[in-house]
């Protein structure tokens, strides 16, 4: 078996340098590339449509991507609905009926400002550009106009007025209109929340940043229904919550930050939001919003369907529209903070290896196999101890290669244990556990593998 430990003298400079959340020095600007690369190169994200020249900035989430994204959402689903009794999910349709977003507001409001440089023809959102094109550098722009969002379809055969469908630029309207239908189904009353994880789309004016402004992406939002007195304490409470979520997960608290709207940048149904910010390469970026909503879409919903959207309060005898407290977050933003914050290097027995720090739970898989030879002696039982991992972990399976080198790969995209199988195993009935931040290696009988790995990742967050 080979040593790999890191000399003490690296630990302590990656320690200096990266490993401590508290007082991390901002990311410099090769951080982006350096994840860009890793994500095409290992399978994390691949330009959409590729074999036909792709298209601009949409993406499609490779085998990796998609284990990590399945992860975020898991983590995100553990702590609003598993880790909660007043919180249930629902999964509503992306189409809806067009007069819910007349009613939102969305159809007059949602809208960014547009200006199109005259010199080189590109167009840009008013309100990040000045008065200059980011282009050509031209100063002949002209006038910003409203430019609305929503991406508008046709539902059946005949594109006319009537059949206009838009698919929905949020998830939050979804719990807005099922409101009464929660309510009556579930029986939960305020404080209550709808949480809901799904695909997005906006014709965003200028996307970019790689996958951190899309057209289409995905949101994990949740609507908390409350009594109006009790707004502005559950708004608190929702920013607490949120931002210890990241830090749970590992982006260092010097990355993170919470930042109160102006007023004149609310949104059209706000009267407070703070937006939890990361540190991109590039400078602050939302990950977050949590908005105080007030009774805002109830009652415009409740107007335009002539429906009651009310919660009747038996103790009190009084009918009332609930205020929401809406936390809103991007699961793919959120996926490539996670993955700027754990992209790291370090020095292992003299030799510079890649490592990405990600949390166990976010981690594409939580466990490699990794049989010392590809000799057939020990095929069997490798297979055997994966199959029996695969029933609580996600694993990967690596047979090719001197192990060193196998280690180096599952470094790079974050395993954070390695088990290894060899010839000793076919007598003694252990094997080698391997943690990827400290290389330390642990022999442990098979027996205890599962119990032992499953107290692992409970004590780095919660269950999985
Ligand atoms: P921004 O100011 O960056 O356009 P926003 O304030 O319009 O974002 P919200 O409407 O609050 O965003 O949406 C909630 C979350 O959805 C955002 O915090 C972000 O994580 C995610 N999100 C919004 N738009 C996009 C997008 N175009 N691509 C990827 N994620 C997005």
Not at 286 to 305: C, F, K, M
Request: a negative charge; one cysteine or more; aromatic letters at 10%.
């Amino acid at each position: 078996m080979t040593t790999e430990t890191p000399s003490e003298e690296s630990r302590s400079r990656l320690l200096r340098q990266k490993g401590p959340s508290e007082g991390r020095p901002a990311p410099e600007a090769s951080l982006f590339e350096e994840v860009v690369n890793l994500c095409k190169r290992r399978g994390f994200v691949f330009p959409s449509s590729e074999i036909y020249g792709g298209m601009r900035s949409t993406y499609d989430w490779g085998p990796l991507g998609a284990l990590l994204l399945q992860n975020v959402r898991k983590a995100w689903w553990r702590a609003m609905v598993q880790e909660r009794d007043d919180v249930v999910p629902i999964e509503a349709a992306v189409l809806t009926n067009p007069k819910v977003w007349a009613a939102s507001g969305h159809l007059a409001t949602f809208t960014d400002p547009l200006v199109d440089c005259r010199k080189c023809k590109e167009r840009w959102r008013a309100d990040q550009i000045g008065d200059t094109c980011p282009n050509c550098g031209s100063k002949d722009l002209t006038e910003a106009r409203p430019f609305n969002l929503m991406f508008k379809t046709f539902v059946g055969p005949v594109e006319e007025e009537a059949s206009v469908a838009y698919l929905r630029p949020e998830t939050a309207q979804g719990m807005f209109v099922n409101f009464l239908n929660v309510l009556q189904s579930t029986r939960k009353r305020p404080p209550f929340g709808i949480a809901q994880i799904g695909r997005s789309f906006r014709n965003e004016i200028t996307p970019g940043n790689f996958v951190f402004r899309t057209r289409e992406f995905e949101q994990m939002e949740m609507e908390f229904f409350v009594p109006p007195a009790e707004a502005d304490s559950w708004f608190e409470y929702w920013c607490q919550q949120r931002h210890a979520w990241y830090e749970r997960y590992g982006i260092p608290s010097s990355w993170l930050r919470l930042r109160p709207h102006e007023q004149e940048e609310l949104s059209h149904y706000s009267v407070r939001t703070s937006d939890i910010e990361f540190l991109f390469p590039w400078g602050w970026g939302e990950l977050e919003g949590i908005a105080n909503r007030t009774d805002y879409d109830l009652r415009v919903h409740s107007e335009a369907s002539g429906v009651r959207l009310e919660y009747f309060d038996q103790a009190s005898g009084e009918h009332y529209l609930p205020y929401a407290i809406e936390p809103a977050g991007g699961v793919t933003r959120a996926a490539m903070a996670f993955l700027l914050s754990a992209i790291d290097e370090d020095e292992v027995a003299g030799e510079k290896r890649s490592v990405l720090r990600l949390h166990p739970l976010i981690a594409p898989y939580q466990v490699a196999v990794l049989p010392l030879s590809k000799k057939e002696t020990l095929t069997p039982l490798a297979r055997k101890v994966l199959g029996e991992l695969q029933r609580t972990f996600t694993c990967d399976y690596d047979e090719t290669q001197a192990i060193g080198r196998r280690y180096r790969r599952q470094d790079e995209i974050g395993t954070p244990y390695c088990v290894t199988i060899d010839f000793d195993s076919l007598e003694d009935d252990q094997v080698t556990v391997r943690e990827r931040d400290t290389t330390a290696q642990v022999r442990l009988p098979i027996s205890g593998l599962v119990d032992h790995l499953s107290a692992e990742l409970q004590a780095s967050g919660g269950a999985f």
